[in-house]
């Protein structure tokens, strides 16, 4: 199973876990629903990260989540976690 993967259902799990109850709403976060209702967006974000991999730059390199931060005006947290989820879902060569 892919890491991306396995960290969704590990999160999933403890929440469920945890007895946190989850409601669509709850799992429903608008930063990754602006990607899914937007796949030109995320078709963007992955033409740049292919374009920083032909340059030897990983995706989850601070230079990839600085880039994605200042292209969509995101916290460096909140650009790592979209970039997690454009490349798992988006574009899986990407390294």
Do not use: F
Request: net charge positive.
């Amino acid at each position: 199973m892919p890491l991306l993967r396995q960290l969704a259902v590990a999160a999933l799990a403890g929440l469920i876990g945890a007895g946190l109850p989850l409601t669509p709403l709850q799992a429903a976060s608008p930063l990754l629903e602006s990607v899914k209702q937007n796949p030109q967006l995320a078709k963007r974000i992955c033409a740049d990260l292919r374009q920083l991999n032909s340059r030897g730059v990983s995706s989850n390199s601070p230079e990839a989540v600085a880039m994605v931060a200042r292209s969509q005006g995101l916290s460096s947290t909140d650009a790592e976690i979209l970039t997690t989820y454009v490349v798992g879902l988006h574009c899986p060569d990407v390294r």
